[in-house]
Structure formats: C-alpha cells, structure tokens
C-alpha cells in the first residue's frame, strides 16, 4: 500500500464546475503539499500546509491530521486547470526534505 | 533569478553509456533535492543536499548514480553505464533550509534506447 492515495486518479469536468481531489497519507507527517504539473513536466508548488485551510484565488487546499486527510478544491473550474494534481507529504523536521508522492490526479476541464 | 533550472531538458542514450544532468536551483536556496519521476507515477526521492554536504540518499539510487554539489550552488547527478530502466523525467528542486515551499525546474527527460 501506497503512504500516500489520491483519489480520484482521473477527473473530467464541464468548465464552471466546483472539483475535489482527495489525499489520503498513512504515516504522521510534517506537512503536505499540492504541485500542479503540465505536460512536459514542470512542477508548480501550490500550498504547503500543516494545519486548518488555506486559500489561493481559486483554489482552497484543507488539512486534518487526525483523519490523516486533505483535499484540495477548484471553484470555478477553467480549461487553463487541466493538469496532473499531486499530493505529496514531508516527513523531516521542517516538511520539505524527502516528500513522498501520491500517484496524481489527472483533471481535465472541457469547455 | 528565473527559478530553477534544469539541463539538458531532454537526453537520449544509447544503453551503457553515461550520462550526466545539471541543476542550477534558485540562488538564495540552500537545500537541493533530486526525485526521479516514470510514466504514470509520482516523483520518488532520490537524494538531497544541505549547501554541499549530501545528507540522505535513497536506497534507488544504486551504486551506478552520483550526486554532487561541490561549490553549494548547482549540483550534478551522473548515470554511469545507462540501463532502459533509467528511462524517467529527472527533477530537481530547491528550498531553504528552515522550510518553506520547494521550488522544482522543468526536468531532464531522459530515454535509453
């Protein structure tokens, strides 16, 4: 079994639409982390957290540790969003050393 | 400073060759990590630096992969005697040391044919 589980691993939605990607993690962590990569590869950091939610224009990101559960939403979906979404936990002292991946969550947003 | 970069962005190989990729991370970063990342998957930590001290490998990196920093600044990862399943996108990423976000470049595609 994977330390980290996304779900789904592939999404498809009508612009407009309100998505959820799920991450599940089954080791205690310092912090978890949601990358955007585009084909081609580059790898985008959009949040780092340990606790609570965080906002960042459209898209929200929440955490709870005792579930050993985050989730990060996209409201107002848009064709530009079509990427791989991926979850990734840090395990050293400060979240960011040795992050481990989930799979990815492949979105594709149709005009 | 434009971010991390990686080059080449794209290497083919012939098998039993080696191949070398180099990573300049942004400048103030003190920390430098490579993750290897196949078709279909997630990246999977490879090795990581503080300034040039190489503080953790995992164990896939075999004896026929180094890493180096020597100057604390850009690092180089060597594949010696390429083998097909080397074939992967190779990732570079810098951060600080107290935390914070990792900034990752585009990476090296590498095939070996």
């Known amino acids: 079994k994977n330390e980290v589980e996304q779900s789904p691993q592939n999404l498809t939605a009508q612009e407009g639409e309100f998505i959820t990607i799920n991450c599940s993690y089954s080791?205690?962590?310092?912090?978890l982390h949601w990358l955007q990569q585009h084909p081609g590869g580059g790898i985008v950091s959009l949040f780092m957290?340990?606790?609570g939610k965080k906002k960042h224009g459209r898209l929200i990101a929440t955490i709870n540790i005792q579930e050993k559960h985050s989730s990060l939403h996209i409201t107002a979906s848009h064709p530009r969003d079509s990427a791989v979404y991926i979850c990734a936990v840090g395990l050293g002292l400060f979240g960011n050393e040795k992050l481990t991946f989930g799979t990815g969550t492949r979105l594709t947003i149709i005009p | 400073d434009t971010g991390v970069s990686q080059n080449p962005r794209h290497k083919i190989t012939k098998r039993g060759q080696n191949v070398t990729f180099r990573c300049d991370p942004i400048s103030e970063h003190n920390r430098l990590y490579w993750y290897r990342q196949t078709l279909g998957q997630g990246p999977e930590f490879l090795t990581y630096f503080q300034n040039e001290a190489q503080l953790e490998k995992s164990r896939l990196l075999s004896d026929r992969f180094s890493a180096e920093r020597p100057k604390g600044s850009f690092s180089t990862l060597e594949i010696q005697r390429t083998e097909q399943g080397d074939s992967a996108m190779y990732l570079c990423?810098?951060?600080?040391?107290?935390?914070?976000?990792?900034?990752f470049g585009q990476g090296t595609r590498l095939t070996v044919v």
């Open positions: 990423a810098s951060s600080y040391d107290w935390g914070g976000e990792a900034f």
């Open positions: 957290l340990s606790s």
């Open positions: 080791v205690g962590i310092s912090a």
